[in-house]
């Protein structure tokens, strides 16, 4: 009686039991994040294989942050997953013509392409197995994680705009710490049901795994590019 009575006494957070709720939001996020980003390498792929020019920093926040609002709007239908295609679609066909960047300048950058893929797997898979089977509560970093974010992104800019590579190689080495902190922390708000919207928490996990992506291939590229 004793032993059942302090078991039920136990924060949800202390086990790694997982609700029926979450984990049916869980399942439906991973399915639907394995979809868009497959779907967003094959606009990649059409990207480059066609030789597309990058639009240019303006257009693509701009298109990004207008399917974002679109999608936060929608989430609650089905047209919201509409909009996530469109979303992640986007934001593939837009880094295309980075990627070719990378192969046309560097003399390694097929092996630059795939470290940083493989780097951004491996601390995807990790922090996500890691948020499911910790006792500990990471719910505090998101206020650190959404004042980090807002800096780097305008740290990002004045970089991109003032042309500071010193600058942009810091922002990059903050947006991967802070991309690793946001997987770990939707994942674990996923788990503990702090997340109902499957949604937005592949949207939040796409946009991590882009940006952790994206970033790593910048440091790579720094450090450990051939011309």
Excluded at 60 to 86: E, Q
Aim: proline letters at 2%.
């Amino acid at each position: 009686m004793n032993d059942r009575l302090r078991t039920a006494s136990l924060p949800r957070s202390a086990g790694v039991e997982i609700d029926e709720s979450a984990r049916k939001v869980l399942r439906n996020t991973w399915n639907l994040l394995a979809m868009t980003l497959l779907f967003s390498s094959f606009m990649a792929y059409i990207a480059m294989s066609n030789g597309w020019p990058y639009p240019g920093v303006l257009l693509t926040l701009g298109g990004y942050f207008g399917l974002l609002f679109l999608t936060m709007a929608l989430r609650n239908s089905a047209w919201g997953l509409l909009s996530v295609f469109a979303l992640t679609g986007f934001m593939g066909a837009t880094f295309g013509p980075i990627i070719n960047s990378y192969l046309t300048v560097f003399s390694n950058g097929h092996e630059l392409v795939i470290a940083a893929f493989g780097a951004t797997a491996v601390a995807f898979v990790g922090l996500s197995g890691f948020a499911m089977v910790t006792r500990r509560d990471f719910s505090f970093l998101g206020p650190f994680l959404f004042v980090g974010i807002l800096v780097a992104f305008l740290a990002g800019l004045a970089s991109i705009f003032f042309q500071m590579s010193a600058l942009g190689l810091a922002v990059s080495s903050m947006f991967a710490l802070l991309m690793c902190g946001l997987i770990l922390y939707q994942t674990q708000q996923i788990v503990r049901g702090g997340e109902r919207n499957y949604i937005m928490a592949t949207v939040t996990l796409f946009v991590s795994i882009y940006n952790l992506f994206s970033s790593l291939l910048h440091l790579f590229g720094f450090f450990m590019g051939e011309d």
